[in-house]
């Protein structure tokens, strides 16, 4: 097989694992983050985040693998990754 073959052949699946990676822990520390909005005492704040972000990038890596192509994969995670950033900007 040529290069530019495995190229293709393999590189929506090597770009949904970097997104389920690096992407998966961009969303986990912004959730850890953006729950510093929330209605409580700081330290509740911090914890709450830090348990939610485990669920978020569980359900990240999950959700990368499951859409359609590898483009939505990381446009998914952009849009997740803006929304985030915009309830950091309240706290």
Do not use: D, K
């Not at 569980?58 to 995670?77: D, Y």
């Amino acid at each position: 097989m040529a290069v530019g073959q495995q190229i293709r052949a393999h590189g929506p699946v090597a770009s949904r694992i970097v997104a389920a990676l690096f992407g998966g822990y961009a969303l986990a520390a912004l959730t850890s983050v953006a729950a510093l909005a929330l209605p409580m005492r700081g330290t509740e704040a911090v914890f709450t985040g830090m348990l939610l972000s485990f669920l978020v990038y569980a359900g990240a890596v999950v959700w990368v693998f499951a859409v359609r192509s590898a483009r939505r994969a990381w446009a998914g995670l952009a849009l997740a990754g803006l929304g985030l950033c915009a309830v950091w900007g309240l706290a």
